[in-house]
């Protein structure tokens, strides 16, 4: 078992300026594991197993794009954006994150090792967005100082200049800057995940993990916050993680897409690729089993109705995670060897024994 | 033609607050046939699961109370039936399944003596009678090894199992109504896929009509006849599922469909958001609800609140001054773009003058409110 109290920084190094992280890449994530103890006694809190919610995972994000990581409940994918901004320690695992500076060759560093001013200065650059809007932003700040507690905290400017960058960020975020004063719950919910984004955007980050940020919203306004991260995106040329659960919204959004299933990244393709050619079983199942809304197109297509529940991640079943679910496994392949994440086509990996293209629409 | 199961006319629903009377169902009226699969869709505070839980007598006085109206279940007036009269027709002529399967459940009882007590409720059957049909009706709903899951407690039920528990339950007594408010919001897609295409199956083979009330246009697209678009407390279109997605009348049904993001897309366009956020229903702006959020608002929307209106396909409803001068159809998914980008950029202006507006008359209406009976608030 790994004990999590263990200094990961210890035996790794911090920052490497000669890691070769190709120019166009911000972030690359190699062989990233989080491993939550299970532990058993109310005095001794002995520890008697360990869920693993993400198990070895990688990917690599460029410049300017999204990726869509999509999954189910449970299969890792918060952990996997939370552990990429150490909000999570990594049990293992590297994050490399280029820091891009003027003039100066860019610093890339581990965010996963990187030591408490390394990372305090790395996450100038990568900001998070929270999927509830009423829990995230807290209810006795006004929205002057929510928004600008990230440039107080990294002492940005005087007290008047932070003002003046408030009411610019609620102006880009398409809220009045009037509102400096006032409270979160005088606001909407898409209002309220518009001030979630300007606080994001106050460092004037590269690099944003967008964590379910439409899910509870009601589909008009779903749009509306869209449409506002794609604007963003094209104005200050961010790159997004973005995590859902919604096939249909991550469609729209990504230009590069993930698919998890319990800890595993099991396809990943460019977007179009992903929804006209998925080759892997559990994609097809959860592809077709995402509602059109088009009567004729409903009726006429055939869904792969997925048997029982997803495994408990604290005792996943041996050889591919899918296998007790997929309608192609095979005994004593599928249920043995682990299938290895290979690239298929060129940009399209999948973990399968048996992939093959399939229509699911 | 023979009787509807279920004709509900002018039903009105409110609520009193501190804030104000809450008018969360206003005048609503239509129709279900026996066997007939109604989708109600609506975002949240539309009065869509208020419409539900009042035609299950469910309303909580003395803040809920149904003002008006007339709810005709197979020809008794269910709004004047006593509260034991009530219960009989609950759960045994009309059942629910919630949204949240697990606090539906009560943690401290087997899921078999949960299905039973509904079970002996309603028919007259012994225990070991109703101990068969529970069995029955888990296996109906595909659950394997019914009888050993009996003695389980919800607790070692997975989400989607709970859910179909709560539709083998809803389903035990062979009711004529099941309405089914959001069953599958709280579960994942694949688990979402599963209970649908169960509760399609079960619904078609015992000719159960069901009143599915749900946000999401897709779920309604493969399972539901016919669609009311509610919007502010009101039926704002209502038609098959062809006319609603093919032929939107009303402006709203219309912006709603083009907020989607689809799986199917392959082009990436922007998306046609409907503008601003719905008003509140303690104050409701005069006339048409949705002016303040429409595109193709006059004058006479701001003056006069719109019957439901025979518009578009034979049949089919909308509520809304214009809507046979619009012809919605023809505008693409790409003109609405265009037409979206543009109104996008003084979106957020109207959007907040709106919230502002709402809150200033809560606090003025809150300042007022005092002395004032609330009769004279619902008059």
């Known amino acids: 078992m790994t004990d999590t109290k263990r200094d990961p920084a210890a035996d790794r190094p911090a920052t490497n300026k000669a890691s070769n992280l190709p120019d166009d890449v911000i972030l690359r994530v190699n062989h990233l594991v989080k491993e939550f103890p299970i532990t058993k006694g109310v005095f001794f809190r002995k520890q008697v197993g360990a869920v693993q919610a993400v198990s070895d995972i990688s990917f690599e994000i460029k410049k300017g794009e999204t990726l869509g990581l999509v999954g189910e409940s449970g299969c890792g994918k918060s952990t996997t954006a939370r552990s990429v901004l150490r909000l999570l320690q990594p049990t293992s695992g590297d994050v490399w994150f280029r820091l891009e500076s003027e003039g100066d060759e860019d610093e890339i560093v581990n965010v996963a090792t990187a030591k408490q001013d390394v990372l305090r200065r790395a996450r100038r650059d990568m900001q998070i967005v929270f999927q509830d809007p009423y829990a995230s932003l807290n209810p006795r700040m006004t929205v002057a100082s929510i928004v600008a507690e990230p440039l107080l905290v990294h002492g940005e400017g005087s007290k008047q200049e932070r003002l003046e960058k408030v009411k610019d960020l609620l102006r880009v975020v398409g809220l009045s800057p009037e509102h400096t004063n006032r409270y979160p719950h005088e606001f909407s919910g898409g209002q309220r995940q518009r001030i979630g984004v300007a606080r994001a955007l106050a460092l004037n980050p590269s690099f944003m993990v967008l964590d379910e940020p439409v899910s509870a919203l009601d589909v008009s306004i779903q749009a509306q916050v869209l449409n506002l991260m794609a604007d963003l995106q094209d104005e200050f040329g961010l790159t997004y993680l973005f995590i859902a659960h919604d096939l249909s919204v991550v469609r729209h959004i990504s230009d590069r897409v993930a698919v998890m299933y319990l800890g595993k990244t099991v396809e990943m393709a460019d977007r179009s690729a992903l929804y006209d050619r998925p080759m892997h079983p559990y994609t097809h199942a959860l592809m077709s089993a995402v509602p059109i809304p088009d009567p004729k197109i409903e009726l006429s297509r055939k869904r792969i109705l997925l048997e029982g529940d997803i495994p408990s991640p604290a005792n996943p079943p041996p050889g591919c995670r899918f296998n007790t679910r997929c309608p192609k496994a095979e005994a004593g392949r599928c249920d043995v060897d682990e299938p290895e994440f290979r690239e298929l086509e060129p940009g399209h990996w999948v973990a399968c024994h048996f992939p093959e293209v399939q229509q699911v629409y | ?379």
Not at chain 2, 230 to 242: H, K, L
Not at chain 2, 332 to 353: C, H, P, Q
């Open chain 2, 1 to 379: 033609m023979t009787e509807p199961l279920l004709d509900v006319s002018d039903l009105r629903t409110y609520f009193t607050t501190e804030e104000g009377i809450v008018r969360a169902v206003d005048g609503i009226s239509f129709t279900m046939e026996p066997g007939q699969r109604l989708g109600v869709v609506g975002e949240s505070g539309s009065g869509k699961s208020v419409t539900a839980l009042s035609v299950m007598g469910l309303i909580e006085p003395p803040a809920g109370k149904i003002v008006t109206g007339r709810l005709m279940f197979k020809g008794r007036n269910l709004l004047e039936l006593d509260e034991d009269e009530m219960r009989a027709v609950r759960g045994g002529q009309i059942a629910m399944i919630f949204q949240d399967p697990m606090t539906a459940l009560n943690p401290v009882y087997t899921i078999g003596d949960q299905l039973m007590e509904t079970i002996l409720l309603h028919q007259d059957v012994n225990r070991s009678g109703a101990r068969e049909i529970a069995i029955q009706a888990i296996d109906d709903v595909q659950i394997p090894n019914a009888a050993q899951r009996m003695t389980d407690y919800p607790h070692q039920y997975s989400g989607g199992m709970r859910q179909r528990i709560m539709i083998a339950m809803g389903l035990s007594c062979n009711p004529d109504l099941l309405i089914a408010d959001e069953p599958t919001t709280a579960l994942d897609v694949t688990t979402q896929a599963q209970i649908m295409d169960l509760m399609l199956q079960l619904a078609e083979d015992r000719g159960t009509a069901v009143m599915l009330i749900t946000h999401d246009l897709g779920v309604v697209a493969g399972f539901c006849d016919d669609v009311h678009v509610m919007y502010a407390g009101g039926i704002v279109e209502s038609g098959t599922i062809s006319d609603i997605y093919y032929n939107p009348q009303h402006p709203y049904t219309w912006g709603l469909l083009g907020s989607m993001t689809r799986l199917d897309d392959v082009q990436r366009h922007r998306l046609h958001s409907v503008r601003g956020a719905p008003p509140s229903v303690i104050d409701l702006p005069h006339g048409c609800r949705f002016r303040p959020r429409c595109d193709f608002a006059t004058d006479v929307c701001g003056k006069i609140l719109p019957a439901l209106r025979e518009v578009g396909n034979p049949g089919q409803q909308a509520a809304c001054h214009h809507a046979d001068e619009l012809e919605l159809h023809t505008m693409t998914s790409g003109e609405a773009g265009t037409i979206a980008a543009d109104v996008d950029e003084d979106l957020t202006d109207v959007d907040l003058d709106a919230e502002e507006i709402a809150t200033e008359t809560v606090a003025a209406a809150k300042s007022a409110v005092e002395g004032v009976s609330i009769e004279e608030g619902l008059s």
